[in-house]
Antibody
Framework: QVQLVQSGAEVKKPGSSVKVSCKAS????????ISWVRQAPGQGLEWMGR????????NYAQKFQGRVTITADKSTSTAYMELSSLRSEDTAVYYC???????????????WGQGTLVTVSS | DIQLTQSPSFLSASVGDRVTITCRAS??????LAWYQQKPGKAPKLLIY???TLQSGVPSRFSGSGSGTEFTLTISSLQPEDFATYYC?????????FGPGTKVDIK
C-alpha cells in the first residue's frame, strides 16, 4: 500500500522560502510521478506542478514558474516542493499526490499525503 | 489554460437522493477528466478517472459520464458519508486544472 507522509507545518516570513517534503513508502518510488497541489483556507484546489523522479523532469504551472522547484531524491523516496519569495497569499495547505502514471493524461492523484500547512505572516 | 466550471456550486440534499454535478471545460478535453471528494481537513480522494472509470474501492453508487466539454458526476443514492465537496480535474494538457468545487450539504 502506497503511503505519502509530508513534513510538518511551517510558519514563514514574507519574502522567505519554504521546502516541504513528501516521503513515499510502498511501491517503487522511481516509477512514480508526484504532483503538488495547494489549497488556500476555504478555497479550492490549485495544481502547482509535478515531477517524474526516474527522469528528474518537472512541469510547473505558469503561475508559479520561477518561484517553485520540485525535486525528488530516489535514494530516500522523497519528493520536495520549494516555494520562494513567499507572500501572504501563499498561506495554504500543500499536498503531494502520487499520479496514476507518467503522462499528463494519467496525472490523477490516486494516493495523497496528509497535507502541510504553510502560514506566511510577518 | 483550460478552465473548468462546476454547477451547482452548492447543493442541499437528503440521504437517499440522486445527485448530479456538472463540470464543463472551456475547450474539448476528450475523456481526460477526474473527480475527487474532499471532506473538511482531509486530502482529496480520487473517485473517478478517465471520465467514467471508478477508482478501486469507491462505491458503485458513484458514476461519471461525458466527453469533450461536458461531464457529470452522479451519486445514485446519497449516503451520510457522501456529504463533502466534489472537484473535477482536467488532465488533457498542462497546466492541470481543477474546477471550483461543489459542496454537497445536508438538507
Amino acid at each position: 500500500q502506497v503511503q505519502l507522509v509530508q513534513s510538518g507545518a511551517e510558519v514563514k516570513k514574507p519574502g522567505s522560502s519554504v521546502k516541504v517534503s513528501c516521503k513515499a513508502s510502498g511501491g517503487t518510488f522511481s516509477s512514480y510521478t508526484i504532483s503538488w497541489v495547494r489549497q488556500a483556507p476555504g478555497q479550492g484546489l490549485e495544481w502547482m506542478g509535478r515531477i517524474i523522479p526516474i527522469l528528474g523532469i518537472a512541469n510547473y504551472a505558469q503561475k508559479f514558474q520561477g518561484r517553485v522547484t520540485i525535486t525528488a531524491d530516489k535514494s530516500t523516496s522523497t519528493a520536495y516542493m520549494e516555494l520562494s519569495s513567499l507572500r501572504s497569499e501563499d498561506t495554504a495547505v500543500y499536498y503531494c499526490a502520487r499520479d496514476s502514471g507518467a503522462t499528463v493524461t494519467d496525472a490523477q492523484g490516486d494516493y495523497w499525503g496528509q497535507g502541510t500547512l504553510v502560514t506566511v505572516s510577518s | 489554460d483550460i478552465q473548468l466550471t462546476q454547477s451547482p456550486s452548492f447543493l442541499s440534499a437528503s440521504v437517499g437522493d440522486r445527485v448530479t454535478i456538472t463540470c464543463r471545460a472551456s475547450q474539448g478535453i476528450s475523456s481526460y477528466l477526474a473527480w475527487y471528494q474532499q471532506k473538511p481537513g482531509k486530502a482529496p480522494k480520487l473517485l473517478i478517472y478517465a471520465a467514467s472509470t471508478l477508482q478501486s474501492g469507491v462505491p458503485s453508487r458513484f458514476s461519471g459520464s461525458g466527453s469533450g466539454t461536458e461531464f457529470t458526476l452522479t451519486i445514485s443514492s446519497l449516503q451520510p458519508e457522501d456529504f463533502a465537496t466534489y472537484y473535477c480535474q482536467q488532465l488533457n494538457s498542462y497546466p492541470v486544472t481543477f474546477g471550483p468545487g461543489t459542496k454537497v450539504d445536508i438538507k
